[in-house]
């Protein structure tokens, strides 16, 4: 258990619609990061935060935002969804994110659009 | 653009025997690499990691090699276990830069 918990584990939904996926990182762990891993693919960096503050962001597209909240939990809200957007959708967390600190994973949310 | 790269998508070793895992990356700017292990249905999991100041680290049964001139990272399992079966994943930063990128992965298979 990487005490990185994700919410839900899977989320059916058609094209068009938004859906928000939830991150609640480890105890004592103030930077967390958004991955996409679509299928056969390598997980993909799309966002990272800091104590509530954007620190990097990668290949994220417009239609997602993301927000870290001051208790620290983590939101990926995906909007104007496409087939393409079906993937699993990784959070992860680490200390403070500095460095190259090892990044502790949750189990992932299976987004897949219909 | 991939500039991390696993080329290959599967490997089947023997129990007792050596696994190697390979990954090549494009960006001179990588300073530090980073193994982790995926089990099914679980996220990944940190493994091993290497600055580019070292050309190799060993952890147990784990030994990463790090070969800049080639741009080339590799991870040896040895002796290989059933338990070590998963995907394995290899990852490049640029320290403190926040943005760690991933190859494909590598699924091993240790057959007992």
């Known amino acids: 258990d990487s005490g990185v918990t994700q919410t839900p584990k899977h989320l059916i939904t058609a094209t068009g619609q938004r859906v928000t996926l939830r991150c609640s990182p480890r105890?004592?762990?103030?930077?967390v990061y958004w991955y996409q891993q679509s299928l056969d693919q390598g997980l993909q960096f799309l966002i990272q935060?800091?104590?509530?503050?954007?620190?990097a962001k990668g290949n994220i597209l417009e239609r997602f935002s993301a927000q870290q909240f001051p208790d620290l939990h983590s939101e990926l809200n995906l909007s104007s969804l496409e087939l393409g957007d079906s993937a699993l959708y990784f959070c992860?967390?680490?200390?403070?994110?500095?460095?190259?600190?090892?990044?502790?994973f949750g189990d992932g949310t299976r987004l897949s659009i219909l | 653009d991939q500039q991390v790269k696993q080329n290959s998508p599967s490997l089947s070793v023997q129990e007792g025997r050596i696994s190697i895992l390979n990954c090549d990356y494009t960006?001179?700017?990588?300073?530090?690499f980073l193994w982790y292990k995926k089990y099914p249905a679980e996220g990944p999991t940190f493994l091993i990691s290497?600055?580019?100041?070292?050309d190799k680290n060993e952890d147990g049964r784990f030994t990463v090699f790090l070969n800049k001139s080639a741009k080339h990272l590799s991870l040896h399992i040895v002796p290989s276990q059933p338990g070590d079966s998963a995907v394995y994943f290899c990852?490049?930063?640029?320290?403190?830069?926040?943005?760690?990128?991933f190859g494909s992965g590598t699924k091993l298979n240790v057959k007992p």
């Open positions: 992860a967390s680490s200390v403070d994110g500095y460095g190259a600190q090892p990044q502790h």
């Open positions: 105890s004592g762990d103030l930077s």
């Open positions: 935060y800091y104590n509530g503050e954007e620190r």
């Open positions: 960006n001179s700017m990588f300073d530090y």
């Open positions: 290497i600055s580019s100041i070292k």
């Open positions: 990852a490049a930063t640029v320290y403190n830069f926040n943005k760690f990128y």
